[in-house]
């Protein structure tokens, strides 16, 4: 099993990037799958561009906490469930090091500029489309 799940990191390193589809609105999204890329995310940016983001994908489904520490950009978060709907988004601001948790078992989070979700009515029930679960 422990081989299984590092291929499938691997994997998904090798990717790098995939488009989603949310709510019939596409989205460009970077892959962190491993911890070193789940820990440093979005972390000594000072953009992002419009309709990208970051898709942090994780190996089991659990109650998931995001941090903006070192991270310069205002961020929109949202928690994806096994089924790839959309548990809740919430707006985080910068170097805030408050936990922003999800509000259920997550499997994903995808971080986006802030307000991003709600500038193309997503909400939370939506389905995630393109996520390799």
């Given at each position: 099993?422990?081989?299984?799940?590092e291929n499938w990191r691997q994997y998904l390193k090798e990717q790098g990037v995939l488009r989603l589809n949310i709510a019939g609105t596409?989205?460009?999204?970077?892959?962190?799958?491993d911890e070193e890329d789940?820990?440093?995310g979005l972390m000594h940016r000072d953009e992002l561009d419009a309709n990208?983001?970051?898709?942090f994908?994780?190996?089991?489904?659990?109650?998931?906490?995001f941090w903006m520490k070192n991270t310069n950009i205002p961020l929109s978060i949202a928690y994806i469930d096994d089924a790839g709907e959309i548990l809740n988004i919430e707006d985080m601001e910068p170097h805030d090091l408050s936990g922003i948790p999800s509000r259920g078992p997550a499997r994903c989070a995808?971080?986006?500029n802030r307000g991003w979700f709600k500038d193309n009515g997503i909400r939370p029930g939506d389905a995630v489309e393109g996520i390799p679960l």
């Open positions: 099993m422990k081989l299984l799940f596409p989205l460009r999204v970077e892959i962190a799958s789940i820990s440093k990208s983001g970051m898709l994908m994780f190996p089991d489904s659990a109650e998931r906490s995808i971080e986006t």
